[in-house]
Each structure stands twice: as C-alpha cells, then as structure tokens.
C-alpha cells in the first residue's frame, strides 16, 4: 500500500525536484542582481520569506498557529535585537506579529467557522462601545492597543486541537516557560543589566531613565534586577511565569518544571503576579479537588521562596511591603482612588490615548491622568458602561470554562482568575506577546464549551 502510493505521488509530480531547484536557482540569481545593482536586499528578503510563511498559513494553519504562539514571548527581545543589529527599516515591521496571527485567525474561521457565545457578545459589546466613542474623540493607534487581545482569543475560538495536540500544546508551553525562566535567571545572576541596559538606551529608549534602566526594572527595597527573560519587563514576564504554573498545574506532575518556573516568578519580584498564581491555584485545587497536592506544594513553594529571601536580597523589599512603607503601593493606592473619582468625573470616558499609558508615553504629557488598572483604564478611555462589559466578559467566559470539569477548561479558569486580579495593579491588558498565551486558551475553552459542530 505505501510502495503504491509513493509510485503514484512521484507520478503525479515528476517536475516537484526540478522546480524547486529552479526557484532557489531564481532567488540567488535575483539576489546577485539586486546586490550588483546596489538594491537594498531587505525588501526582497521579507518578499522570499513571505512566501513559504503565506503557504504554511493555509496549508498547516494549526502547526502555524502553534510556531506563532511558541515564538510570541520570545518575540519582544528578538524584535528589539532586530532593530538594533538591522537596518533602520526594521522598526516600521513593529506590529507585523499582530498581523501574522490575524491571517491565521482569518484562515481558521474559514476552515472551521465559529459559532457565537455568551462571552463573545459581552466582549462585542465592549469593543462596540468603545468604537463609538473612539468616533466621538480620541485616537485609533491607542484603541487597536487596548483591544488587540481580541486577535488572540480569536485565535483560540477558530483552532481546532485533538486530545493530542492539546497535551503537545501544554507539554511545549510550559517546557518553553521554564526554559526561558532559566535562562532569565542566568540573566539576573551572572550577566547582569548591562547589556539589557545598552539594548534599550538604544532601541527602547521608554524603558530607560536618566542613561540608565527605568526603576520598574528594580523595586523599593530591592536593588538587585528584576527578571524579565525575554519580555520587554519583569512585569510583563511574571504573568507568562503564571500561565506556565497554571497550565503545570493542570496537565502535569513533574517538581522539576514547577521549580524552574516558580523560580523563575519569584525572580520577577512582582507581588501582582504572586497573588494572582496563588488566587488562581489555590482555587483551582478546590474545583479539582487537589488539596492534598495544594498543601504538599505549599509548603514545597514557600520553602523556596524562604531560600530565595537571603540570595535575592529581599528582606527589606518584604520589610517594606509588611509594614506597608512601600511607595509603590501607596501609589497604587493613591491611583485606585484617582481613578474612581476620574470614572465618576466622565461616565462616558475621554476617549482612547487621552489618558493612560498611550497619552503619558506619546504626548510626552507628564501630567496625563494613569492608573495602573485595567478596569480603571478601560472606564477612563471608554467609559464605565465599557468596563462593566469587559467584566462581564471576565466572568462569563469563567462561568462556562468552570462548567466543562475538563484539563482546558481548568487551565482557563485558573487564567482568568489570576489574570483578572493581576489587571487590577497593572494594564497589562495590551501586551500582546502575553495576551497570545493569556487569551488563547480561554478561547479554546469557550469553543468547546459546547457539543455542537462549529462551536
């Protein structure tokens, strides 16, 4: 039977073997020519690759789903070493990862459709809502920012994983999530800032202050380097360290990978992401009835955490934390309050880049109004009938993950519980390398969160 079938494929393609070797004939023949008359190779070097990229994408969309998501967190650093080792050119590719999973979302909605939720209407709801007031006042670049999550959960309601690929996606994500843990620690302990701090005075100038790393790359009390590992920031990196936890949790058993990412999150010394992975494992204990394991690995995470006290220098970061001296949670605290009286002083919102990150960063107006909350930043930006949306959406896309009593389906529950609190100390909501790995499976969970064909 495979003898036949080999006979007929070679049959069918007698020119396969001749063609190809026509066409990287033709690519280095255009490449000497384009050399010799001086053209820069950069276009057409995207224009080559672009190509094979275009074929996998609908040919293999789900194995090109999969090499997007893996690369995603590797994806900030890469870009910004691609930007400070290229040509100028390169920085006008920022974006290009959004549009690289929006053609694949586009190519899985055609192959397997989509059937609408509950969930999915609140979160229509919520980017309706903002439009509109986006057409009342306020900028596009700040707006596609804030809802460019919806690309990844998209993602997730079009793919269509068997039991294997969803046991292969959780084996790589958390292999990938401790691997870069490890090597972020490598970074913390034995190479030091400098070379992040040379990278970024160069290329992401945001980062920095006064020639050196801005303070979020420290911590009051703290004076060692925040891991961030690949990710643009230690506070972008400890939500991924959570997901990784979260899906380990869930899917496996082994200490070794749980020590290497725990590790990895304590490093990042960010008290969001601590209190949002303990919220989300403690309550994913309870709903798999695991409380022997949460015990056993309590006491496990908390030794190592005693452990990492001494060698990180932590003992006054949590003396300050303790006694509740800490600038950074008065300013949290000073912002929950500023933040509430903004929302109540424009029900409708300021529009998307009149206030938040976007409008501190871009005006250069150090008086723009910031609140370092999710909620509160979409309820300045767009109103608060727009932030209720997006909770609703929270909670309904929670309500019908918890309802399947599946490994996905607690793996999305875990996700939106911890991710929900830890929104609720950072906007961490338009960070796109770490919406792919927040919103994808919650998505996959929706989709299956019913029985029929095309859900």
């Known amino acids: 039977m495979s003898l036949g079938s080999q006979s007929v494929a070679k049959a069918e393609n007698p020119f396969a073997a001749a063609f190809g070797i026509s066409g990287a004939v033709f690519i280095l023949l255009s490449a000497g020519l384009l050399h010799v008359l ?19 994408a609908f040919r293999h969309p789900t194995a090109a789903l999969g090499a997007v998501l893996a690369f995603m967190p590797i994806y900030p650093m890469a870009f910004l070493l691609a930007k400070f080792f290229g040509p100028s050119r390169i920085a006008s590719l920022e974006g290009c990862d959004r549009a690289v999973l929006l053609l694949l979302v586009c190519v899985l909605w055609w192959r397997n459709g989509i059937k609408l939720k509950a969930p999915d209407w609140f979160l229509l709801a919520c980017f309706g809502l903002a439009f509109v ?9 700040p707006f596609l920012s804030d809802f460019n999550f919806i690309i990844a959960y998209a993602a997730g309601r079009t793919a269509v994983l068997t039991a294997s690929q969803e046991k292969l996606w959780a084996r790589r994500a958390v292999w990938t999530v401790a691997v870069l843990a490890v090597l972020g620690m490598v970074e913390v302990f034995i190479i030091g800032e400098g070379p992040r701090t040379i990278l970024y005075l160069a290329v992401a100038e945001q980062t920095t202050t006064g020639g050196a790393l801005n303070p979020s790359f420290h911590a009051f009390g703290y004076s060692g380097l925040r891991e961030s590992s690949t990710m643009l920031g230690a506070l972008h990196f400890a939500p991924l360290c959570m997901v990784g936890l979260l899906i380990w949790w869930v899917y496996f058993r082994s200490p070794l990978l749980a020590a ?13 992401a601590w209190l949002g992975t303990i919220v989300a494992i403690f309550l994913l204990a309870i709903i798999m009835g695991q409380k022997k394991r ?24 949590l003396s300050a934390t303790k006694t509740v001296k800490d600038p950074s949670a008065e300013d949290h605290r000073r912002n929950l309050y500023e933040g509430l009286a903004y929302a109540a002083d424009h029900p409708l919102g300021a529009g998307p880049g009149n206030v938040g990150r976007w409008a501190a960063y871009n005006l250069e107006n150090d008086n723009a109004q910031f609140f ?14 727009t932030a209720l949306c997006f909770i609703v959406f929270l909670l309904s896309a929670l309500w019908l993950s918890w309802r399947q ?8 529950v875990g996700i939106l519980a911890g991710f929900g609190v830890i929104i609720m100390f950072f ?10 790995w927040i919103w994808f499976p919650v998505g996959l969970a929706v989709k299956s969160s019913g029985s029929a064909p095309g859900s």
């Open 38 to 56: 001086r053209v820069p190779l950069t276009g057409f070097a995207l224009l080559v690759a672009t190509a094979p990229l275009l074929w996998l």
């Open 133 to 141: 007031r986006l057409l009342l006042g306020g900028k596009l670049l």
């Open 260 to 272: 290497m990412i725990g590790a990895g999150l304590i490093c990042t010394v960010t008290r969001s």
């Open 294 to 317: 949460l015990f056993l690995y309590a006491a496990v995470a908390l030794a190592l955490f005693a452990v990492s006290i001494p060698v990180l220098g932590l003992t006054d970061y």
């Open 372 to 385: 370092d909350n999710t909620y509160l930043t979409f309820s300045a930006e767009y109103g608060v009938q």
């Open 405 to 412: 009593r599946t490994q996905m389906g607690y793996v999305a």
């Open 427 to 436: 906007t961490a909501h338009d960070i796109f390398p770490l919406a792919c």
